[in-house]
């Protein structure tokens, strides 16, 4: 039959995507799916089962931010400049709660470092304050702690306990005979004190572990989520997943309480510092009015003064006004001074500056006390970074920037009110002049007199300021305000739902995903669907596996799957050769141990059965098997006719003890020139007398693959089997015979899959139990087969 006949274009085949043949490929193990979702989903019902529930502890607080303020200074200056960065107070305050060191704080004041549980025979029961047994380390060996201290504590009722540990790999334990009692260990001395309010347990074992405090600050620190409610507001929500409701809720009641008394604190330096410095200045302002009171004291009684005439009060009525201002304008100047000395004392620009001394400049005023809030701001940073942190750089550079400006600003408050004094002299010139004539003990009584009044009147400013700060340090207000206190929600993991939907896709996934690896490792073919897309050549049929060793599996009156596929293949090949005259058909495959010859014997005497003289010739002269396969004498053959050793083909040819119709042409001896033998022209003599004998003849050839006898032999062939064999054969071997069927090297070439295994599925496994071997010694290297099937190599011999 035409070539075109039995074309099939596999590249059309691979785009088009057989949807149902993929779901019978895999429904054809629905045993191994079902079985897998059902592990799967027992699996998920004891994960569930023994996985301890995680709740969703939350609370919701308003952060007061006390730094705000109206009006324009020097710092919205700075800023609308960009010298000064403007931060987020909330961002700034959800740093500080979330700080490694203030959630240490909370650890510690709970206790959080030491956790207990039961022993349970598959999970543990974790015990907080239902504990029977309450267990701590001294305080000094907490922070040094490097690994858990684990103890396992045993309960008698006897009231004694045994205490076995381990610390860091190293082993300890004691017996206890009274609590509360205090044991040695490698981490340091550990109390063990029994809780009143919970009932003892005698039969598990109560599991403790103590962790460093940071550690466990650390891990809370991963879980702990801070986020505003809005971004128009200071509410922020804090959640926290934990095990344990009520240790949730404890932890974040606790946070806020610490950040609102470390928040106080905070703010308290500020008042504290600026009371030790008024308190400084009173003590020398005691000692210096004091002075001055007695020096006047004295000048009194020394020059007898009892009374001021009546035309120098006159005279000096005008010139009270302004000395009164220039007293005022002094004041301040003192006051100034003082602070720009305490500024740079000792030029430490984070020290807090004193606020509220009495200086009356709202610019100064300002700038001192935003100085003071960064300087705060700095510190807490610092307590939750290094000096690194682009945020305590920006501050730092701010803190100079205001340095500078402090200190500028003192300068010019400075100058103005030495300009003012100037003014003040000078019209106090004038009038003095006018009271010339006042006695010198006047003037000098009057001197005396104005230092003693400056000095008062600046050691009473002081005592007030001394109050004010008082009053500030004793009504500062916390920070944070709880709005919720600490809830716990439901479950929120594991999700029953989720996990066991998960179980059901991994039970359908898990099969699925090894079949689909299997198949894509598989490099050998596997079926006649895979045969098929890898070629185009037609399909002549498929030869099922057989356990029986017997190399002649059609046998007459003989009904089985084996007999019924080679009538099947036998009906496919008179089809092909339907033309007169075409009756020889070679059989090769790609590689020895494909069941070329197995296929040439059986269809041989499947031919036979339907009264068909049929003659097989074995022409694989390298390695000739056919003779030993049928029980036949191989030393004279097909070679000796080639080589003109025999002339009369009738000598050579055996008639089938177990078929009249089946004659055998053997190989013959192995001739030292193979391919020089075949490229004879008694080869077409031979067959071309043959012809005229034989209904059919089979030509059982080398496989092609690994020499070129077989295409020297198709010049005298009418049509070629081309022999594969499931899970021996190689995909890329298709490549050759797609070479062969595009070049036409061969005579109308069909495929064979030979070895199929019927499964319920409708799918083919390969394999039969006969042998095969090959040991070519004339360049081509050796190979070969055992019964089983299986290739033997051997190496090339020169």
């Known amino acids: 039959m035409a070539k075109e006949q039995f074309y099939n274009n596999p590249e059309e085949e691979e785009d088009r995507i057989d949807f149902q043949e993929i779901i019978f490929k895999y429904l054809s193990y629905w045993k191994w799916i079902v079985g897998s979702v059902v592990i799967c989903m027992i699996g998920a019902f004891f994960y569930l089962r023994y996985t301890a529930p995680v709740y969703n502890i939350s609370s919701t607080i308003l952060l007061k931010d006390d730094k705000k303020g109206g009006g324009v200074d020097e710092l919205s200056t700075l800023q609308d400049w960009g010298v000064l960065s403007s931060k987020n107070n909330v961002d700034n305050e959800i740093e500080v709660l979330k700080s490694k060191n203030l959630l240490k704080s909370v650890v510690n004041e709970l206790k959080l470092y030491t956790s207990y549980s039961l022993e349970g025979n598959i999970r543990n029961t974790q015990l907080y304050k239902d504990s029977p047994l309450y267990v701590d380390l001294n305080y000094n060996s907490l922070d040094s702690l490097i690994a858990p201290v684990l103890l396992e504590v045993q309960m008698s009722s006897d009231g004694k306990a045994k205490v076995t540990g381990k610390y860091d790999d190293v082993e300890f334990g004691e017996t206890i005979t009274e609590f509360p009692a205090i044991m040695e260990s490698p981490a340091g001395m550990i109390t063990l004190a029994l809780n009143p309010v919970a009932e003892p347990v005698y039969d598990q074992k109560i599991l403790v572990t103590i962790m460093n405090p940071l550690t466990v600050a650390r891990g809370y620190a991963g879980g702990l989520e801070i986020a505003p409610t809005s971004k128009t507001t200071s509410v922020i929500n804090i959640s926290l ?16 309480d610490v950040y609102n008394r470390e928040t106080i604190e905070d703010k308290n330096r500020v008042a504290k510092n600026t009371e030790t410095f008024i308190d400084e200045r009173l003590a020398k302002l005691d000692i210096e009015l004091g002075s001055a009171e007695r020096d006047l004291e004295s000048y009194k009684k020394k020059e007898k003064i009892t009374d001021i005439q ?10 009270s006004e302004y000395k009164k201002k220039r007293v005022e304008v002094e004041t301040q100047l003192s006051l100034v001074q003082y602070l720009e000395n305490y500024v740079r004392g000792d030029k430490d620009k984070t020290k807090l ?6 200086i009356t400049d709202p610019t100064l005023l300002a700038l001192t006390s935003k100085y003071n809030a960064y300087l705060l701001e700095r510190d807490r940073l610092l307590r939750i970074s290094s000096d690194s942190n682009p945020a305590v750089q920006s501050l730092n550079n701010t803190i100079d920037a ?8 003192l300068s010019s408050v400075y100058q103005g009110l030495v300009i003012s004094k100037k003014d003040l002299d000078r019209q106090a010139q004038l009038f003095d002049t006018r009271i010339g004539n006042v006695p010198t003990m006047e003037r000098e009584y009057t001197e005396k007199a104005r230092q003693q009044q400056i000095k008062s009147e600046l050691f009473l400013i002081l005592l007030q300021k001394r109050e004010e700060n008082s009053l500030a340090l004793s009504i500062t207000a916390t920070s944070a305000k709880v709005i919720d206190d600490a809830f716990a929600s439901g479950p929120i993991s594991p999700k029953r739902s989720l996990i066991y939907m998960i179980a059901f896709v991994l039970g359908f996934a898990i099969p699925i995903a090894v079949i689909y690896l299997r198949d894509l490792l598989n490099f050998r073919i596997g079926n006649r669907h895979e045969l098929e897309k890898l070629t185009s050549v037609s399909m002549l049929g498929e030869i099922p596996l057989t356990k029986d060793e017997e190399y002649v599996a059609v046998k007459e009156n003989k009904n089985d799957s084996m007999v019924e596929a080679f009538r099947a293949v036998r009906t496919n090949l008179q089809f092909t050769l339907s033309g007169t ?3 020889v058909i070679m059989v090769t495959s790609s590689m020895p141990g494909e069941g070329k010859s197995f296929i040439a014997i059986n269809l041989a005497v499947s031919l036979a059965l339907i009264n068909k003289k049929v003659l097989l010739i074995g022409l694989d002269v390298r390695k000739p098997t056919l003779a030993s396969y049928l029980s036949i004498d191989n030393k004279r053959g097909a070679t000796n006719y080639l080589a ?15 078929n009249n119709n089946l004659y055998v042409l053997p190989a013959g001896p192995i001739p030292p020139n193979p391919a020089e033998l075949l490229l004879n022209d008694r080869l077409d003599e031979m067959v071309g007398t043959l012809r005229k004998e034989y209904d059919f003849i089979i030509i059982d050839t080398a496989p092609i693959g690994l020499v070129s006898d077989s295409l ?24 050759w015979l797609n070479d062969l069927y595009s070049t036409s090297k061969l005579p109308a070439l069909s495929v064979l899959l030979n070895g199929v295994t019927i499964e319920k599925s409708g799918y083919y496994g390969y394999g039969y139990g006969y042998g095969y071997g090959y040991g070519y010694g004339y360049g081509y290297g050796g190979y070969g087969e055992d019964k089983d099937g299986n290739h033997q190599h051997r190496h090339h011999r020169k």
């Open 581 to 583: 005259g075409h009756k």
């Open 241 to 256: 997943p934990e095990t344990n409701k009520q240790r949730g809720k404890d932890f974040l009641n606790k946070l806020v």
């Open 402 to 409: 205001m340095y500078e400006s402090i200190l500028a600003s």
């Open 310 to 319: 009546t035309d120098a009060q006159l005279a000096l009525q005008t010139n």
């Open 353 to 358: 500056v004193p606020a509220n001394v009495g």
């Open 712 to 735: 020297i032999v198709g010049r005298v062939a009418d049509a070629t089997i081309y022999v594969a064999r499931a899970n021996v054969t190689y995909k890329k071997h298709m490549e």
């Open 644 to 658: 003109s050793m025999e002339d009369d083909l009738s000598k050579l040819i055996h008639q089938t003890s177990f």
